[in-house]
């Protein structure tokens, strides 16, 4: 049979044939071929040996050494995420590890989808009147050390540049961990009269952090991509609205591209932005891990770097005043977010409208059937579908069976597929598959472009309500201390009364510490959160909340509740 080779003889042919009996038996529609063998992409790869049995080489891809029912994972999503997420990235050929701990590269299935993101929230910057720009990677001693708590805010994490070939440099350089002090010296050059503002930029680059945490790609990396926007006001109302466009801005990226549901609020002072005045944050939720993420970030930052920085401005009235800054960000922490969220334990599961592919169509090729007309008819399916701009691609691979494509394409997360057999070219139809698991639908081929459209824009819908869902269902609302230790032990966010201090604040982290009551899912995050109080934080203050009832008490020291805190534990 194509695709197999024999290493062996005697009872390795047996083997072989019995193996391919099973191929045969198991290229039914929508079946997958399991023989608990481990194939991988692009080469051979033999079974390791073992007592009683004998090594066998496919031709194939994506897989380990156990062979899932459905797929080739090897580990699951609820018994142990950090070993599944690392697999999915890895078999999914999202990124590979680089000989820098910390550092990741991005291949090109993810960073396509880095693009799409890239694509769509820059036309929206650009919808407010910013405009891109670059700036160097280095930043200078003098200038990052110029606004205090910016800077210990970063010292941990900063990199420094200290030779030159064989030579020491004079002063050392850091290389930028954001790039407010590598950009306010400029803006105070840039800005004299009210006529220069707003001034408004951005621009799209790397970042370095020296983590100390233990890394993980895309949530927690020591250099990461991410949009960076700078913007100076001559007003604080105007600059205080912009924070707020832009944090709706970021949430409706989440929503409409990557289907992720998130909480909008302000950052606690204990949490904010070093040397801003106040931060204002999306907030993402994990169901199979029970933490909280935080997801893109606009802060307010007053007119504190106006003041180190001396930008300034003449007014109308030719007086002497200081701006008001913002700044704003979005980082490829957003896929990792995605991934986590929608994954399954297939692999990936993809929102069509970040999707590389959008919809991969195979040809099932049988004995006697005219094989020639089948993929002609399937470019003409393709044709019509790239027509309406949808991103596609035929895999024909003689070398490939069905059975394998289906589970190279289900791990790497396309959310549709098409599938198109002898049967079909009888019928005049073709059959659509749905990644997130809600059926299969067999369709007119005269009616294929509309129904694929309409299937792409209901599983965008639907990733989007079931996260929705999940994040309401854990997300609950208590009033007091052992509620909110239930609740936080249950692997959920907390909305609770606060007095809103930061004494109050660091005391909840402290009292939590050792007081789990249980965990929501055997064997989760177990190994690296013992202790709630490792991780657990408050959140943010949510946008929209309940007002506070006058003479509610803090959950947590009995004082007066200004407001409800979200809290959970915390990438």
């Not at 072989?16 to 039914?28: E, F, I, Q, R, T």
């Not at 991509?225 to 100076?232: D, F, K, N, P």
Request: net charge neutral; hydrophobic share 35%; proline share 4%.
């Amino acid at each position: 049979m194509p695709g197999i080779r024999m290493r062996a003889c005697g009872v390795r042919a047996l083997v072989m044939l019995l193996v391919s009996m099973a191929l045969g038996s198991s290229m039914k529609r929508g079946g997958h071929a399991e023989f608990g063998c481990s194939i991988r992409r692009g080469g051979y790869m033999d079974l390791p040996r073992r007592q009683g049995s004998v090594a066998v080489r496919l031709r194939g891809g994506g897989g380990s050494k156990k062979h899932g029912k459905g797929g080739s994972m090897m580990h699951r999503k609820g018994e142990n995420f950090s070993s599944w997420y690392s697999e999915v990235l890895l078999k999914a050929e999202l990124i590979d590890y680089y000989d820098i701990s910390g550092c990741y590269i991005l291949r090109p299935w993810a960073f396509s989808m880095w693009e799409a993101v890239q694509q769509d929230l820059d036309k929206r910057i650009k919808d407010m009147g910013v405009k891109n720009c670059y700036f160097p990677l280095f930043v200078s001693e003098a200038a990052l050390n110029a606004e205090k708590e910016h800077v210990e805010g970063f010292t941990p994490e900063v990199a420094w540049v200290t030779r030159s070939g064989s030579s020491n440099l004079s002063s050392p350089i850091a290389i930028r961990p954001t790039s407010e002090t590598v950009i306010y010296p400029y803006m105070s050059k840039w800005i004299r009269s009210h006529r220069d503002l707003p001034l408004k930029i951005n621009q799209w680059c790397n970042v370095i952090r020296w983590e100390f945490k233990h890394p993980t790609p895309f949530l927690r990396t020591r250099e990461f991509l991410w949009q960076e926007g700078h913007t100076a006001h001559d007003q604080e109302t105007t600059a205080r609205a912009e924070v707020l466009e832009v944090l709706d801005m970021y949430a409706d990226v989440y929503k409409e591209l990557l289907a992720v549901p998130v909480i909008k609020g302000e950052k606690t002072k204990r949490e904010k932005f070093a040397g801003a005045d106040y931060t204002m944050s999306t907030e993402a939720f994990i169901p199979a891990t029970g933490r909280g993420i935080q997801a893109a970030t606009s802060h307010g930052l007053g007119q504190n770097f106006a003041k180190i920085f001396k930008i300034e401005y003449e007014n109308e009235s030719g007086q002497k005043r200081q701006v008001w800054q913002n700044c704003w960000g979005f980082t490829t922490r957003s896929l990792g977010i995605m991934i986590m969220l929608h994954g399954d334990d297939q692999g990936l599961v993809l929102p069509p409208r970040v999707a590389p592919v959008q919809v991969v169509l195979i040809p099932i090729v049988q004995e006697g059937c005219d094989e020639e007309k089948m993929k002609s008819d399937l470019v003409r399916v393709e044709e019509e579908l790239k027509r309406r701009s949808l991103r596609t691609v035929i895999d024909d691979s003689p070398t490939r069976t069905p059975g394998w494509k289906y589970n190279h394409w289900e791990m790497k997360g396309v959310p549709l597929r098409i599938e198109y057999g002898p049967k079909d070219m009888q019928a005049g139809s073709v059959r659509l598959v749905r990644r997130d698991g809600k059926g299969k639908l067999d369709v007119p081929v005269e009616q294929v472009g509309e129904q694929v459209e309409e299937l792409l824009r209901d599983i965008q819908q639907s990733l989007y309500e079931e996260a929705v869902k999940a994040q309401q269902e854990q997300t609950k609302r208590v009033s007091g201390w052992e509620d909110f230790l239930e609740v936080i032990g249950k692997g959920m966010m907390a909305v609770a009364p606060s007095c809103n201090r930061e004494a109050c604040e660091e005391a909840v982290v402290e009292r939590s510490k050792g007081a789990v009551r249980g965990s929501p899912r055997q064997g989760q995050e177990q190994e690296t959160d013992a202790l709630l109080g490792s991780s657990l934080k408050a959140l943010c203050i949510p946008s929209e909340q309940e007002k506070v009832i006058e003479g509610t008490r803090c959950f947590a020291c009995d004082e007066l509740a200004t407001c409800h805190i979200l809290w959970g534990k915390s990438y």
